[in-house]
């Protein structure tokens, strides 16, 4: 059977939006729909490593309990009987949470997260926890006790799958889940999402509930939708989002206007912002072309193009948010970071451990300049619809080739200390047939706005269709 034939034989491989239709009307089951995706687990996951845990026995009962519920005309919503996978920072009372750390494999849960009971509410089916880096400290997706998932777009040569939501994202683009909930704190659902071809949403902070969640930063940290395109990012987004007393950031914030369709209105008369072209040197030759061409698909989509002028750079502004993120995980952390006996993953430890270098004075300082640095952003963006940058410097690097002393989040990070709201989602392919990925970033609460310029590019575009080939 040819490729295209079988993804459209087989609904592991349909866009939720797609699935939601045809269980709505009879021609799918639940179950039918929850066993594909088991045996695509079962055949795949043993070398892809995405999953931490899977919840087969429960899942098969969800999927007959759904299927009964529906036939009997008691659905609870358009996303009754879809499967998910979780992160595995994310968590369900009873259930083991790692944090991606093996000290950690046998620890359970005594609380639920919000998000999870969002989606158990709206009928959705847990299919397993995801592997993640060691409590998401590292960008490039490796873990030395837990395991680092395997890229699925290249089948011969291990490389970065993208941290820290990395088995989120090679569970997704690997048709072993329709779908993933990550976490990002300076880019965690966005490079994953850049090296493995998939389409996210790193949210405002509020605007979907860290309740339950183990956390990295307090500050920084938001959970996010992965999937395959930005329709269905749109879906969980919705699905997710909303207030929790449980969780202040969340009480008393704008509507959050996203809408599953947002795509169909378009980017005519919308002013698009390229990135400062002092930032392009350290940016690689295919990630640049698949760059430049997605600015004139945008302009020949009747977007405005324009040049902004951005307060602080690039490299100040991650190394500022570094130093939150080190001081808070630091204070979470510190009894096993400090604790030399503790096998934890010697190129996390050290990061955390910076942390304990951060004086009161010194953190407080960084969040005043956060703060100055969000009022400048806020006056430049005046007038501007979204800034497009790339997600990634590079498309995914074999294991071996990682320079550590190199962050692969330059590109993200400024989007959390600012505290935009952004979709990466996929503009192309380098001469190896490794995703690129460009980003859409809007002010805070506008993630109505980047669903929008998202949708309306990937209704132009065909690259989010494109999968692995031995996959699919």
Known sequence: MASSERVA?????????RLSEAIGAGRLSPVELVDAHLARIGQFDGKLHAYTEVYGTDARRAAHAAALAIRAGHAVGPLHGI???IKDLVQIEGRVVTGGCAVWR???STVTATLVRRLLAQGMILLGKTHMTEFAMEGWGTNAHMGTPWNPWDDTLAR???????G???AVAAGLAPWAVGTDTGGSVRVPAAWCGLTSLKTSAGRISNFGLLPTSRTLDTPGPMARDARDVALLYDALAGSDPRDPRTLGLPGRGAAPQEGHRGVAGLRLARMPDSERAAISAPVLAAYDRCLDEFADS????????????FAEIASLSGRIMAAEAYSVLHDLVDDASQPLDENVRPKIAAGRNVSAGDYLSVLARRAELVRAFDATFAGVDALLMPTSAWTALPLEA?????????????????DLCVVAMPNGFDAQGLPTSVQVICRRFNESMALRIAGAYQA????????????W
Do not use: K, Q
């Not at 990682?402 to 600012?418: C, K």
């Not at 690259?463 to 031995?470: I, L, S």
């Open 106 to 108: 046998t620890r359970r």
């Open 83 to 85: 499967p998910i996978a």
């Open 302 to 313: 009747g977007a405005e193009i324009v040049s902004l002028a951005l307060p602080g750079s």
């Open 9 to 17: 034989a087989d609904p592991a491989c349909w866009p939720v939006w």
């Open 460 to 471: 132009a575009t065909v690259w989010h269709e494109r999968h692995p080939a031995n996959y």
């Open 402 to 418: 990682i320079d550590r002393s190199v962050s692969p989040m330059a590109l993200t990070r400024f989007a959390n200390f600012l």
């Open 160 to 166: 970065t799958p993208g941290g820290s939501s990395s």
């Open 168 to 170: 989120s994202a090679v």
